[in-house]
Each structure stands twice: as structure tokens, then as C-alpha cells.
């Protein structure tokens, strides 16, 4: 890799809906990093992009014509799940660091080819995670982590991934109704709900705990309109590789719900959570439950002591994510340093949704991959 400088300059491939978060921590970091470029298909959509970067950027409907400039210094790739391998590979081979929108590929062998290529290239690829670099998740990760009085050992945990996929297509997107979208579509996608939405949580699970998953065992309905082996529910057995265990619940057609995701965590001595109260309320606030207090003695003492995360203690972290995750990876890529969440860290990640894609397909478990 070539020496990398402030601002480090970047292009967008994918001027979709996702890409407008990204042109927001541009926005927020004129001095760390710029966007220079945006590729898409659509030349309109990449113009339109392209008009409300701080500096503007030129545009190709071609994205092999970005990776050719010489002054474009890394890539976000914000494309489809099915493009991300091809292009990932792209970007490395021409010597681009890529920053990759999640899930970073469709399957665990794509992710392994341009794992290998980024090894054998020197050039880092990120997994485009963004909820790790929530700074009341940071907070809460280092709490259990480093203050093994107040969680202790990972014993259970429960996540919840819910949502109405049809009520964004043909509602936010607009879309009409009944028409296909590659969301739909298990080979574009590289599944259902759990590869599209429920990896945010698996990923955020591995991010607080620092376990990685180790087997699974899934059921799933596959109702229509999703196709070619997408599944629209899913309820998975997670077995981590300390032994504990956990269930996730997924659903892409839930017709009323009264929040889209929650996550709870139970330790030896507290707890943590992502709990998600109001209806409609996507993300959650982060509560944590201490056991440095004291062991629970008497009935309500289980009750007590539940807290939101301070936020306001993490005041050296972006509250936008995506900012504080471009800031990351720009400096990284500055000090010559390994990014933050690269392919290697995001590995065990796909793993496991790949053995949760095997299991929900043969109804048996399936040991997650090492390697």
C-alpha cells in the first residue's frame, strides 16, 4: 500500500439509500476524509449523490473507471449483497482498501477468497458493521470485558430481529406493490432475515461478548414472496464457544410488531441489554445491570439497579456510528495500522450465518466454521 494521507479520499460505489449515511460522516469529517468519486449504474442517482458531497466528486456509471483514478485512496462499496464479492475483489486487486456494507459477501466461500486476497495483497477489507462503533455499545463491550465483576461469564442471552420488509419496499422505498426486489431473491441476497437483518445482532452478540459463535441449529419458514431458499422466519439455537447459549427469533413479515430489534445478554453477575421499548423504535437504548452492587439477596434485588448506558461518558465517540466507523477506518488507514472490524475479525461472523443458512435448510445442527 502507498502512503495514505488526511484527508484520505474515497469513493462510493452504490448511490442508494444506504450511501446517504455514509455522505453524512463526510459531511462530519471534512478533515479526515472526502469523498471524491461515486460509481453507480444509475447515473442520475450517482450525480445526485455526487451534488451533495461538501467538495463534490465526479461520477461514472462504471465503478471499474473509479477504481482507475489516482486519487482516490479507499472505497465504501454500498451495493447489493450479491455484488459485494466481485467488486470487493476489484477494488483489492487494483489496491484499494474497501470498506464493505454488510454482510460483506453471500457466502462464507466468497468471504473466504477475498479474505485470502487481502492477506496476499497487503490491502485491508472492513466489514461495514456499524453498530459496533455505537458509542454506548463501546461502553457497554468494555464493561463486560474489562469489569468481569460487574458481568461476569456469558451464560444466555435471547435476541429479537422483526420487521415488515414488504411495508419498506412498497412503503419507504415506494416500489409497486407485488413487485420483486433482489432482497427477495435468496441467491441476490445470500438468504432471508437472517443474512439481511439479523446479522447486525449476531454481529453486535460477538462485538459485546468477545465469543465467537460456535454451533447452531435452525428452523425457518420460507413464505413467499420470498424465493430461491430466502427464509422469512427463522428461530435459531446459538451455542457460543464458552458453552453459553442463546435463541434468536428473526421475522421479515411481521403484519404488527411492538419494536424491530432487542438483544439481552445475562452473566454471571449482570446483565446487559439493546432493549427496545416504543413501537416503531428500530435500534434501542443500550441498560446495563451491574453486579458489582452485590449479589441479588432478596427477590426485588433482580429488578434493581437497571441503568441506561451513559452515552455522555463516551464523549470522545461520534454519536452517529457511521461517522465514528468512516473516522476509524480513515485513521487507520493513515497510521498504517489494521483497521478496526476487518475480514479476519468479521469472519466468524459470516461463519455463522452461513451454518445458520446450512441448518435452516437440513434441520440439523451445524458446527460453525474455524477457518
Known sequence: MTTIEFPVRFGIIGAGGISRHHLTAFRELPDIAQLVAVADTDLGRAEDLAS????????????????????????????????HAQVGIDA????????????????????RRLRDLSIERNVPVVAGQMRRFNREAVWLQRAITQQPESFGELR???????????AYL???????????????????????????LACHQIDLLRFLTGLDVHRVTAHGRF??????????????????ENGASGVLHANYLTSRTP??????LFGEHGMAAQHAEAVGQY???????????????????????????????????HEDPFVEQLSAFARALVAGSQPMNRIQENFNTMAALQAISDSLHSGEPVAVARE
Not at 444466555?156 to 414488504?166: D, E, M, R, V
Not at 413464505?223 to 457460543?240: H, K, Q, R, T
Not at 427477590?299 to 437497571?306: E, F, L, S, T, V
Request: glycine letters at 10%; aromatic letters at 10%.
Open 92 to 111: 483489492v486487486q487494483a489496491g484499494l482498501p474497501a470498506l464493505i456494507e454488510k454482510p460483506l459477501t453471500c457466502t462464507l466461500d466468497e468471504t
Open 223 to 240: 413464505d413467499a414472496p420470498f424465493y430461491n431458499g430466502a427464509e422469512s422466519a427463522a428461530s435459531v439455537l446459538i451455542e457460543m
Open 156 to 166: 444466555s442471552f435471547t435476541i429479537h430481529s422483526w420487521q415488515n420488509l414488504l
Open 283 to 317: 435500534h434501542g437504548a443500550f441498560i446495563f445491570g451491574s453486579g458489582a452492587v452485590g449479589d441479588a439477596t432478596s427477590w426485588n434485588d433482580q429488578y434493581a439497579g437497571i441503568q441506561q448506558v451513559p452515552a455522555e461518558e463516551m464523549i470522545d465517540l
Open 170 to 196: 412498497y412503503g419507504v422505498l415506494g416500489l409497486p406493490n407485488g413487485s420483486d426486489h433482489w432482497l427477495l431473491d435468496g441467491k441476490r441476497a445470500g438468504g432471508g432475515v437472517v443474512i439481511s
Open 52 to 83: 451533495r458531497a461538501p467538495s463534490g466528486a465526479v461520477v461514472f456509471d462504471d465503478y471499474q473507471r473509479l477504481l482507475e483514478l489516482t486519487h482516490v485512496d479507499a472505497v465504501i462499496i454500498a451495493l447489493p449483497h450479491f455484488l
Open 259 to 264: 419494536h424491530h430489534e432487542a438483544l439481552y
